[in-house]
Each structure stands twice: as structure tokens, then as C-alpha cells.
């Protein structure tokens, strides 16, 4: 199923018990009584000028423990990137360190959520699914599922995303393209220096290409048309990746059907999807679709209770959520329209499904705050990450943590609110 300062917040430990765990954070709100306030309510918790919100909900009879980050739409400096797996390049670790190595210059990393599925392949690890956008580069292409994004107004939108990455010959005609992963030998892929070093490749035909003067420049980004020059043609594979230039990798049982390329000839390569990302800077896959226009969407046949992670919104709030399950004293999981249902009782208009199962995972100001169902955070191929912009902090710049118990599905019945 399958990147920093942290602030301050009071590690804890998840090796100890379910009970221990809970005894942890009854004690670490103790040691703050005066930063606590218990209220009973029956609607959504007091405004605070941090922006973001986390809250614990617990449905003992289910059981079912739910972790929410609720972040205000309202506030400009609270962004959203995406990380790969070993900070620069594709590969995999856990949401703990890709939060920790999220760029400085992108601001201070708030929280984050384990993000699309990943095929498992020995030779490109931690390669995902589907699209990936981040800091504006186009790492993967899309797979036709759904993906999330943030659109050129700072919008969040999520639907299913095709793609249309091509690579146009000489004489006009197209080869559909894959980027940064396995080859196979009937198909191409496009490399950029997002997966390593080198192709990984071995035989088939590579060409190495550079942007000529009247092409965009790299890094890739979606929705483009790159101008590119033939600098090299190999047949021996695993060509080495530069940020200056691309490999188009084609498979042996494809290059004996394609017309001849001579060094110097120009290439065009196209980045173009359906729906149409231009100008889109933080994107990622996953799927299904759990909630369109504030309705839960259908699935047929059984359902099974996994740990589930979800991204969801409305007008005024983003929400990262995150299901524990496989876990019969603590939480079993949701099925999807239990997830769903969830999603809509928090006010989610739209809401999309993220990986889960071993990967579920929320990262929450340098802790793991869910309890993973293999008793220790999975590595993963990619993350979304709430960023705090550098210097662009409104009011105290701190967060509210709001421990809640309430029974299923209704919210809320009891809070006890800290800020950090």
C-alpha cells in the first residue's frame, strides 16, 4: 500500500502501549493546565490565530481513533508541498523524515500525511503511482487516478487526471511517454534527474536531450511543450541524468518501429494532461474520490476496514485526516464509505482518499501523532507537507491541539484544547 525545525512539542513515545499512550498525553496536558481549556460543545472549536487546528477523536464502542489537522483556507502563509522519498530525487523513507527535510527555504513543515501508493519495483523504488508535482517540477506522470492539487488561483481540486505525455518525432508522429520508472520494452520513459543518477536501463535505445534556445528550460514542469535536441544516442542503457538534460528511453521491441533519430535532430516533448495543470506547483496522486459537491460517492460489493489517510475540504477548511486500524483494542480502520461519511460529518465538500493501510501516517509539528498498524511508521514514496512560509507568520505563529473524545459518528461532544 502501499522532508527543518520542529517546534515544540513533547515527543511521544510510540512503543509504550495503547494504555501507556494515553496515559502519556493525559499527563502531558496536566503539565500545561494553565494553557488548557476544557469545554463542552457541540460545535466546531473556538477560533485561534494560528491558522491550523489538530484534534484526536476517539469512538471507543467502534472502536475507532481518528487524528484531524484543520487548517484555515483564509490564511496566505500556510502552503502545501509535496516530498520525495530521498529529499531530491525518488526513493523511500518515512513521513518523519521527508517532513524533517523539507527545504528551509520553503518555510517550516507544520504537518504532513503519507500521500500516493507506489509501485514496487527492486530497480526504482519508491516510484509513484500516479502524478507528482513538487516545488513546481513534474516528477511522475499521471496513471488516471485521482490526484490532488493546488490550481494557479491556490485553489485545492481533485479529480481523476489523464495523461498526455507524448514525445512528438521528426516526421509528426507520437509515442506515448512514462517518466521516472520501470521501462518496459514495448513502451518509453522519460528521465529527468529527479530519479538519480542514471536510467537504471539496459539495452534499448536512449537518447540524450538538451533544451534548445527557443524551448522552455527544466526543470520539467506540466503542461508544457519542451523543444529538445538530440545530443547523444546510446544502445548500452543506464545513460546518466543531469538537471541540464533529459533521457528518452525507448524499449528494444519498440525502437525497431520508430524512424530513425540522427544526433542533433529536434524532439518534442509534451507534458500535457487532462485536465489541463498549467501552471500547477504542488500536486499528488491517490485515490478513489470519497466526497464530490458534499455527496459520498458509491462503491459496490464488501468493504473491508483498513487504516485509511484523506485529504478533504470546503470552503473555509483543508483537512488532512488519518484512521488508525488493524488494531482490535484501539481502531479497526474504516471502509471507504465509512471514510467518506467521516469526511462529510467534519463539513468536507470534496474529499479524496490518500495510501494507506501500513503507510497511514500524520506527522504533526516533529511527531507522529496515530498509532501506525505495524507499530512503527512505514516508509513511503511521497508526502503532502503543510508549510508555514518564512516571515509571513500571522498573530503568535502557534498551534491548538484539542485531545477529543465523542462517540460515533457525531462531532463533537468533549474537548480539551492545548497550544503548542
Known amino acids: 500500500m502501499n522532508g527543518t525545525r520542529s517546534a515544540p512539542i513533547t515527543t511521544i513515545n510510540k512503543s509504550v502501549s495503547i494504555l501507556g499512550r494515553r496515559g502519556l498525553l493525559l499527563l502531558w496536558l496536566a503539565w500545561s493546565v494553565a494553557g488548557i481549556a476544557n469545554d463542552s460543545v457541540t460545535n466546531q ?23 484531524i489537522f484543520r487548517i484555515e483556507r483564509s490564511r496566505h502563509d500556510l502552503e502545501f508541498c509535496t516530498t520525495l522519498g530521498k529529499g531530491n530525487v525518488l526513493g523511500m523513507s518515512t513521513v518523519s523524515e521527508q517532513a524533517k527535510n523539507v527545504p528551509s527555504e520553503l518555510g517550516q513543515p507544520l504537518a504532513a500525511v503519507n500521500g500516493d ?6 530497480d526504482y523504488p519508491g516510484d509513484p503511482r500516479d502524478l507528482q508535482i513538487t516545488q513546481g517540477e513534474v516528477v511522475s506522470s499521471p496513471n488516471g487516478h485521482a490526484c490532488f492539487w493546488i490550481d494557479a488561483a491556490g485553489n485545492p481540486q481533485a479529480t481523476n487526471v489523464l495523461s498526455r505525455f507524448r514525445v512528438i518525432w521528426a516526421n509528426g508522429t507520437t509515442t506515448a511517454l512514462g517518466l521516472n520508472e520501470e521501462r518496459p ?6 528521465y529527468s534527474s529527479a530519479l538519480g543518477k542514471s536510467t537504471r536501463t539496459s539495452g534499448g535505445l536512449e537518447f540524450v536531450l538538451e533544451t534548445t534556445t527557443n524551448s522552455s528550460r527544466l526543470p520539467l514542469r506540466v503542461g508544457q511543450i519542451y523543444h529538445m535536441r538530440v545530443r547523444e544516442a546510446r544502445t548500452s542503457g543506464d545513460s546518466s541524468l543531469n538537471a541540464d538534460s533529459l533521457v528518452l528511453s525507448v524499449g528494444p521491441k519498440l525502437a525497431s518501429h520508430l524512424p530513425k533519430v540522427e544526433q542533433g535532430a529536434i524532439l518534442q516533448i509534451a507534458t500535457e494532461t487532462i485536465p489541463d495543470l498549467t501552471g500547477v506547483t504542488t500536486a499528488i496522486g491517490g485515490g478513489p474520490a470519497l466526497v464530490r459537491d458534499g455527496k459520498a460517492m458509491q462503491w459496490g460489493g464488501f468493504q473491508m476496514r483498513h487504516p485509511r489517510c484523506a485529504i478533504g475540504w470546503n470552503k473555509d477548511h483543508i483537512f488532512m485526516v488519518e484512521v488508525d486500524g488493524r488494531q482490535p483494542n484501539l481502531s479497526v480502520g474504516m471502509t471507504f464509505p465509512e471514510l467518506a461519511a467521516y469526511m462529510i460529518k467534519l463539513g468536507c465538500e470534496q474529499a479524496m482518499n490518500l495510501d494507506g493501510g501500513g503507510s497511514a501516517t500524520l506527522w504533526v509539528c516533529g511527531n507522529v501523532m496515530n498509532s501506525p498498524s505495524e507499530g512503527q511508521e512505514r516508509p513511503g514514496a511521497n508526502s503532502l507537507v503543510l508549510v508555514q512560509k518564512k516571515g509571513e507568520a500571522n498573530g503568535s505563529g502557534t498551534g491548538h491541539l484539542v485531545i477529543r473524545s465523542s462517540p460515533a459518528p457525531h ?6 484544547h492545548r497550544d503548542l
Open 185 to 190: 520494452s514495448d513502451g518509453a520513459v522519460l
Open 411 to 416: 462531532l463533537p461532544v468533549t474537548e480539551h
Open 45 to 67: 472549536p473556538p477560533k485561534h490565530d494560528s491558522g491550523w487546528h489538530y484534534f484526536h477523536d476517539e469512538a471507543v464502542e467502534v472502536p475507532w481513533s481518528i487524528h
Open 117 to 122: 501508493f507506489y509501485n514496487k519495483h527492486e
